[in-house]
């Protein structure tokens, strides 16, 4: 069984701090990793993918994987009230056909 | 221009009635996907989709469940008869997967989601 396993939190942050979020996965032939973003009653949406070890930059987002600890994270620079909400981590196996194993997210909570 | 579109946002139903949950992918994408979310469980695949044909169905909880893809701009998501155990969040998505070697660049775009209510 494919698991994906996220701290459920609340993670709380100062506005203006780094916020760190981490995710493990079981299956070592995964390739594909992902963030989503849900805020409370509302869809998630895709704001990270990376699919190859280190990290990947955009805007005040970074994603980090380490394919040989099965481990990835999202860093949150210069954490907003905005960005609160809860971080699904999403994993994708390589495989004809493909599907997404979801943690259970971790909810972020930023003070102003 | 449009994201996965999905109705009704909201339902409320008694035990025993069918349920209908309508998905719109967005134009191009090849792949569909239904989820369930419950606070207890996550988020759950349900079954998906590719190229307008069932993949994968194993998600799907028990035969009360059914879902088609008629046509790549419309799916449908039925439960007949729905128990209060269905109460949940419905969540269709979809994306492009370019044959085998793009399959694992799956970004999945998600619809808003049916709130489900069955009393």
């Known amino acids: 069984q494919k698991e994906v396993e996220q701290n459920s939190g609340p993670l709380s942050v100062p506005e203006g701090a780094i916020a760190s979020l981490n995710c493990t996965y079981s299956d070592r032939v995964s390739q594909s990793f992902f963030w989503y973003r849900q805020y409370s009653g509302k869809s998630p949406e895709l704001i990270m993918s990376i699919y190859s070890n280190g990290d990947k930059e955009d805007g005040r987002f970074t994603a980090q994987l380490n394919k040989a600890s099965q481990y990835v994270s999202l860093l949150i620079r210069d954490s907003q009230p905005s960005d609160s909400a809860t971080y699904l981590c999403a994993v994708n196996t390589e495989g004809g056909y493909s599907t997404l194993t979801f943690g259970k997210g971790t909810m972020l909570l930023v003070s102003p | 221009d449009a994201g996965v579109i999905q109705s009704p946002r909201h339902e409320v139903t008694e035990m025993g009635q069918e349920v209908t949950l309508r998905c719109k992918p967005i134009?191009?994408?090849?792949?569909l996907f239904w989820y369930r979310q419950t606070m207890m469980r996550g988020l759950e695949l349900l079954i998906y989709?590719?190229?307008?044909?069932?993949?994968?169905d194993s998600g799907m909880p028990e035969d009360r469940f059914s879902a088609k893809m008629p046509n790549a701009s419309f799916s449908t998501l039925k439960i007949q008869p729905s128990e209060p155990r269905d109460s949940a969040v419905y969540f269709c998505?979809?994306?492009?997967?370019?044959?085998?070697?793009?399959?694992?660049?799956?970004?999945?775009?998600f619809g808003p989601g049916t709130r489900l209510t069955v009393l």
């Open positions: 989709f590719n190229n307008n044909v069932p993949i994968d």
């Open positions: 134009s191009g994408h090849n792949s």
């Open positions: 998505a979809s994306s492009l997967v370019r044959g085998l070697a793009g399959a694992r660049h799956n970004e999945q775009f």
